[in-house]
């Protein structure tokens, strides 16, 4: 930003080119000199109306200082909150691969007891599918008339108890199974909550990366920056008019002038306060101004000085719109600044309104999780239990399945059996009817050779010389002594050969 020449120290503005004086300078008539230097005075007075511009960039510095206090306490609480949050989010995520294993590992346990159930059950119904498909030979119930089956004969009651027992512990694992895995899911979903208020996109930040650097400290670099060189443009115009007063002053009829228009217009005394302000100076630089209302004496200047002070009025005056336009500018580009500036400690502090939400989160889920660790230890104590039970009950029916397989082998080897009694009935019926035929033939013969004794010799010999001699011969008789016992059927060869069979390939 270009400065008037009124800026520069005498020294400077004496060795400048712009301020040395052409060896024999144009003078304007007084009245027309006069009427100029009240001009630049008038637009100089006009130009320190940008005071309030200079206040309000002092004001905004302040404010953008208070913020830079505000973004490191910010910044400060919000960073130390997601290290800390996101450490205990690492605990609880941990806790709940735990709770999923649980679940997992003892889903796994439940589907190998249901395949080995379905195994046990698939064998225990082909027993009794066999036991069903397997009729009584009529000939063992002459007295039933309906065709009777081994399953007949086998009490299902029990089978139904075990399974019913079995789909009960089957019924309450599937019940604690559904409630742990609820609590997992509310668990699952509160650690989600907390990973989605922790990672929340606050407009103007990234949550993949919050340690980015602040804008806030360029920012207030900037803003002191053009806050300070909008106040060295207002020195310089202030210099410009109270170089435009002093020219006056020095002009015929101008002290009147000069006075009427200065007023209480800022004078570079003010300005030196203005500048303390900013600089958050608090030296008492004003302990000589007291005596500023009174008016001190003119002091008479040559002809070649006031020409060079015209010269340099001249130029400033020709600097003073872009001056203005430049503080102008300036303030409106600090207003800017300090609007992002502001923008970002919004931003800054919804951040922080999400990380405490989030904190406020964990506290809740922390206070639950006991509960949640509870249900894990239940789930396991209760599956524990159940799967005790239902390998009982498993050990039961496979009990019944080997007890039911026995009955079929027993009922072959009862087919076996009855073909083996048959068999050695038939048997003694055969030595039995062997026999009687024998005696049969020897009662025969041997009454036969009684009567031929008789005859030839009965004639000689007395009738009571042995009372045995004229009696027949004896007779025997072989029965049963066990009337009332059944007789062993009759069993049909080919029933009796598959017996066989089934009983060999047992072996």
């Known amino acids: 930003m270009s400065r008037p020449s009124s800026h520069l120290p005498p020294e400077e503005r004496a060795a400048s080119p712009d301020s040395i004086e052409p060896t024999e300078p144009q003078r304007k008539p007084p009245s027309t000199r006069l009427e100029t230097l009240i001009e630049y005075l008038l637009a100089s007075k006009r130009s320190l109306t940008l005071?309030?511009?200079?206040?309000?960039?002092?004001?905004?510095?302040?404010?953008?200082?208070?913020?830079?206090?505000?973004?490191?306490?910010?910044?400060?609480?919000?960073?130390?909150?997601?290290?800390?949050?996101?450490?205990?989010?690492?605990?609880?995520?941990?806790?709940?691969?735990?709770m999923d294993a649980v679940a997992r590992d003892r889903q796994t346990e439940f589907e190998v007891i249901l395949r080995d159930l379905d195994i046990t059950d698939a064998r225990l119904q082909r027993t009794l599918d066999m036991l069903q498909s397997t009729p009584i030979e009529r000939t063992l119930q002459p007295k039933v008339e309906e065709q009777l089956s081994l399953l007949d004969f086998v009490e299902e009651e029990g089978v139904d108890s075990v399974k019913s027992a079995i789909r009960e512990s089957i019924d309450k694992t599937q019940e604690s199974r559904q409630g742990f895995e609820s609590s997992i899911s509310r668990f699952n979903s509160q650690v989600g909550s907390i990973t989605t208020a922790i990672s929340a996109n606050v407009e103007g930040f990234s949550p993949s990366n919050p340690d980015a650097e602040s804008p806030v400290p360029n920012l207030l670099f900037s803003l002191e920056s053009q806050a300070k060189d909008m106040a060295e443009s207002l020195e310089s115009l202030v210099r410009h008019f109270d170089l435009c007063v002093n020219a006056i002053k020095h002009t015929e009829g101008g002290g009147a002038v000069a006075r009427s228009i200065a007023g209480d217009t800022l004078s570079s005394t003010n300005l030196d306060k203005l500048n303390n302000d900013d600089d958050n100076n608090n030296n008492d630089n004003n302990d000589n101004n007291d005596d500023d209302d009174e008016e001190a004496p003119i002091e008479e200047i040559g002809e070649d000085e006031m020409a060079e002070m015209l010269d340099v009025l001249e130029k400033d005056a020709a600097d003073l719109d872009d001056v203005v336009t430049d503080i102008k500018s300036g303030l409106v580009e600090m207003e800017a600044h300090f609007e992002h500036l502001t923008a970002y400690i919004t931003q800054l502090g919804a951040q922080y309104s999400a990380t405490t939400?989030?904190?406020?989160?964990?506290?809740?889920?922390g206070l639950l999780l006991p509960k949640y660790i509870a249900s894990s230890q239940e789930f396991i104590v209760g599956w524990d239990e159940e799967r005790q039970k239902i390998t009982e009950r498993m050990q039961e029916l496979e009990a019944l399945r080997d007890f039911y397989d026995g009955f079929l082998q027993a009922y072959d080897g009862l087919i076996i059996e009855i073909g083996r009694r048959r068999g050695v009935q038939v048997q003694m019926e055969s030595i039995v009817k062997g026999a009687m035929t024998e005696l049969e033939e020897l009662y025969k013969a041997d009454r036969a050779d009684r009567d031929t004794f008789r005859q030839d010799q009965g004639e000689y010999l007395p009738a009571d010389i042995w009372p045995g001699l004229t009696e027949p011969p004896p007779t025997f008789s072989i029965q049963r002594v066990d009337p009332d016992v059944a007789d062993v059927p009759d069993i049909p060869p080919k029933l009796l050969d598959q017996a066989l069979r089934r009983a060999n390939t047992r072996l």
């Open 51 to 98: 005071t309030e511009h200079v206040w309000r960039a002092n004001e905004l510095v302040t404010s953008a200082r208070a913020a830079l206090e505000q973004n490191a306490v910010l910044n400060a609480r919000t960073g130390f909150l997601r290290r800390e949050i996101l450490q205990q989010v690492d605990v609880l995520r941990l806790v709940k691969l735990r």
């Open 357 to 365: 939400a989030a904190y406020g989160l964990l506290v809740e889920t």
